[in-house]
């Protein structure tokens, strides 16, 4: 049996900029950081089989938070997976994002060319940036190349695995209904640091019961979402924590508490970004 724990990343400057970001590389803010500290002691007695992450500053940060508070020895990581990044808008990245008056009429260049970026319809997309098909196509890679490798050696072992994905709020949709075969209309939403949980296990198959398969083979999965948009870990954060969300996280400045306890070397961990679409699908 695979568990797969889908994790959005705190917040980013730009998603307090409500800016389209999805590509683009903008930091963690102070409060996406608390979130995710707050995130890392929620999962603190979680052991995580191994933890992913997309480069994005906005999810690489958050995972190394989430890491950071893992038990000794900490699971094996790999910050650097590009195909979990968040769908890539192309032209619109870092431009302003606008409400569509209903789009009647103008087309989305005719918008373009007034400088407004409204969200695409159906079957439209920004130029040189990810179609709906090319993005939901790059999740079902996903899904074959990283997760799947997982769902296999938890077969073969005859033991239970638990990854975590930090990644995109559109991104993470996009996974979750590539693996549950449905539209990504229906899991998109999770607000900063949310998380979404997927089990996945062989039609079949007996607990702790080693099974031969080859790397090509097809699966008969069952498939089962257990939880989405879960943020329980913040219901005790206090709404100015980590103070504007226009501060970026400086991982290089030593905390006060840090200075005070003679702390002498500041904690090395690259943080930050923003995703435009992330304001728009959770603060």
Same mark, same amino acid.
Request: glycine share 8%; hydrophobic share 40%.
């Given at each position: ?19 389209? @970001? +999805?590509? /683009? ?12 500290? %707050? =995130?890392? $002691? ?114 073969? @072992? +005859?033991? /239970? ?12 949709? %996009? =996974?979750? $209904? ?106």
């Amino acid at each position: 049996m695979l568990t797969v724990t889908f994790i959005r990343h705190g917040q980013s400057t730009d998603n307090v900029r409500h800016v389209w @970001a +999805g590509w /683009a590389d903008a930091p963690l803010s102070q409060r996406g950081k608390a979130q995710a500290e %707050a =995130l890392g $002691a929620y999962f603190a007695q979680t052991s995580f089989t191994k933890i992913y992450a997309s480069p994005l500053k906005r999810a690489a940060t958050t995972a190394a938070l989430v890491l950071a508070a893992q038990p000794s020895p900490q699971p094996p990581h790999d910050f650097n997976i590009e195909s979990i990044k968040e769908q890539n808008f192309g032209v619109a990245e870092g431009k302003p994002w606008c409400v569509q008056d209903y789009r009647t009429s103008k087309s989305l260049a005719e918008y373009m060319s007034e400088g407004k970026y409204p969200t695409p319809l159906p079957g439209e997309h920004f130029p040189e940036g990810e179609s709906d098909e090319d993005f939901a196509a790059r999740a079902a890679r996903v899904v074959n190349e990283v997760i799947m490798p997982h769902v296999r050696s938890a077969a073969r @072992a +005859g033991r /239970a695995e638990h990854i975590a994905l930090v990644s995109h709020g559109l991104c993470i949709g %996009a =996974l979750i $209904a590539a693996l549950l075969k449905t539209d990504s209309s229906g899991v998109a939403g999770m607000q900063n640091t949310a998380w979404a949980r997927v089990i996945i296990k062989l039609q079949g198959a007996v607990n702790e019961t080693p099974i031969s398969l080859v790397d090509e083979e097809t699966l008969p999965l069952i498939v089962e979402m257990t939880d989405f948009g879960r943020t329980d870990h913040l219901f005790t954060l206090k709404p100015n924590a980590g103070g504007t969300g226009k501060i970026a996280y400086d991982p290089k400045q030593r905390d006060i508490r840090a200075f005070f306890s003679g702390a002498t070397t500041a904690v090395a961990i690259e943080h930050c970004e923003g995703n435009a679409l992330d304001g728009i699908h959770g603060k």
